[in-house]
Each structure stands twice: as C-alpha cells, then as structure tokens.
C-alpha cells in the first residue's frame, strides 16, 4: 500500500510535469541510497515485465551509493525507460532488461537500463531526445524529451548507445 501511494503522488506529480513541459518544477533534492531507489522500482515494473516473459536484472555496486536527487522524478525516468527498453522487446526469445547502478571512472553516480532488443537505428538514434519525436504508433514523443530535461535539472546527462539486433543502453549519469 505504501509503495502505491508513494507510486501514486510521484505519478501524479509526473503528470503535472507533464503538462508544463517548458516548465517543470524545480526538483526537491534530498540524499538518496541508490538500492533504495532501483528496490522502489522493481515492484512498479515488475508485473508488466513478467507478464510479457522479460528477464529483469538489477544490480547496485557498491551497495551503499547515496546522492541527491529529486526521488519521484528519477522514477519516473527510470520507470520511462524500462517501458520503453520492454516494448523494444517485442518478438525477442530470450527477452532481458539489466538496470546496472554504479560509479563511473570519474566517481560520478551512473545508472544504466539495458536492453537485448532490436535496438535503434542510427538516424533515429539522434532523434529521439527531441519533443514529441516518435516511432510508435501510439507514442507521444514526450517521455525521453522529459527525461532529458529532468536529468538536466538534476545537473546530469541522458545519452543513449544502441546496436542493431543487439539492444540499447540508456545511461544517467548524475
């Protein structure tokens, strides 16, 4: 219940984000344990996950990595790109989604969500951060335009790798 309601008002904090594109809120930073965070996350994704066969990882080395952030508003890009990396699954045999949380060489907090999919094809690939830019059918080309924004107000990047046939890793790096 308590990750519902948690789940709830970050949702509805999002949605009015949503709205205000030009204008998102400025972030409430507090110090957060990554574990925390990514373990906040699992249970808002796994369902949908498993229900279409996906293999879900979740690794956070070393373990007791803090930083701060704007909690509901990291969630949300996350939970954006794990539903963008499951349906980048569609058709795949052994579907995997790997969320990988970690210090990159300069000692910046760093999170990865990986996919196995089709990946992104290179002239779409430097597109897809623009607003309401899309390649599906139902998309409304705001969520990674959104979380670029976000990553920005958090002082960080979004940036994305992809390999055709191979996957596509999208890394925060705070």
Known sequence: MQTIHKRSTGLLHFVNTYRNLTRIPKPNFKITKAKVLIENIRPLVEEDVKQSGIAMGIEVEPADIEFSIDENLIEQVIINLVKNASQALDGKVTPRIEIKCFRNKRGRVTIQVSDNGQGILPDVLDKIFIPFFTTKPKGSGIGL?????????HGGSITANSVIGEGSTFTLTF
């Open 145 to 153: 335009s959104l979380s670029r924004q976000i990553m920005r107000l």
